[in-house]
């Protein structure tokens, strides 16, 4: 079975700009989370959605949203980019929401930012 | 807002060494989670804990609780190169993690 998939794998913007990830989670699985990850630093929480809702919203500003689809795919997008938000964004998809639930990670999409 | 603390930063080893690193939290855990990283990958989970005074082991590693729930540390024993990596401890809230800054282990041949 297909793990966690996102794309693109990396990503070149400028500040400014607009930035669209994407990501799709293992099948059956109704969750996704997704994290960032400045060089040197642990993943950051962003949004967790669960059946296409949101769940949980992280310290992040509003140029920051996402959505889930009803294939529970769900994409991650940034307004306005700054050069702080050079990161590896990272997705993780579980079964359900609740700590009993582990959360399977994909390899992240690499955001530059020039 | 809840910070784990992770030491050491940077641990470079040679392979059969023993090695122990750390994970403090500013509050009691939910529910604790050690993972590992490699480059190009996202984190692996390794293992879960929510007993304070917990001792879990899987093949060389030991990872204990404290008895209070707000620190944990990792063992390995007789490090080889395929332990290397990034380890991460995290607070599973209702599956929202909150992640240490990480230790980053070399294993040398």
């Known amino acids: 079975d297909a793990g966690v998939t996102q794309s693109p794998t990396h990503l070149i913007k400028t500040r400014g700009q607009h930035v669209t990830l994407r990501c799709s989670p293992i099948s059956g699985h109704k969750s996704v989370s997704w994290y960032q990850q400045v060089l040197g630093q642990g993943p950051q929480f962003i949004f967790q959605y669960y059946e296409k809702e949101e769940r949980g919203r992280g310290n992040f500003p509003d140029r920051f949203s996402a959505r889930q689809f009803p294939n529970y795919s769900s994409e991650l997008n940034v307004n306005a980019l700054l050069l702080g938000d050079s990161a590896l964004y990272l997705c993780?998809?579980?079964?359900?929401?609740?700590?009993?639930?582990?959360?399977?990670f994909g390899p992240g999409t690499r955001l530059t930012v020039t | 807002t809840q910070l784990l603390e992770q030491s050491p930063q940077f641990l470079s080893i040679q392979e059969g060494e023993n090695l122990t690193v750390y994970c403090n939290s500013s509050s009691v855990f939910s529910s604790l989670q050690w993972y590992r990283q490699e480059p190009g990958e996202g984190p692996v989970l390794l293992v879960t804990?929510?007993?304070?005074?917990e001792v879990k082991k899987l093949k060389r590693l030991t990872f204990q609780f404290g008895d209070a729930r707000k620190d944990s540390s990792l063992h390995i024993t007789a490090a080889q190169p395929g332990d290397t990596g990034l380890y991460l401890c995290?607070?599973?809230?209702?599956?929202?993690?909150?992640f240490g800054g990480g230790t980053r282990l070399m294993v040398k041949p």
């Open positions: 993780a998809s579980s079964p359900a929401v609740g700590t009993a639930y582990e959360q399977y």
């Open positions: 995290a607070d599973n809230a209702g599956n929202m993690l909150t």
């Open positions: 804990v929510v007993t304070g005074g």
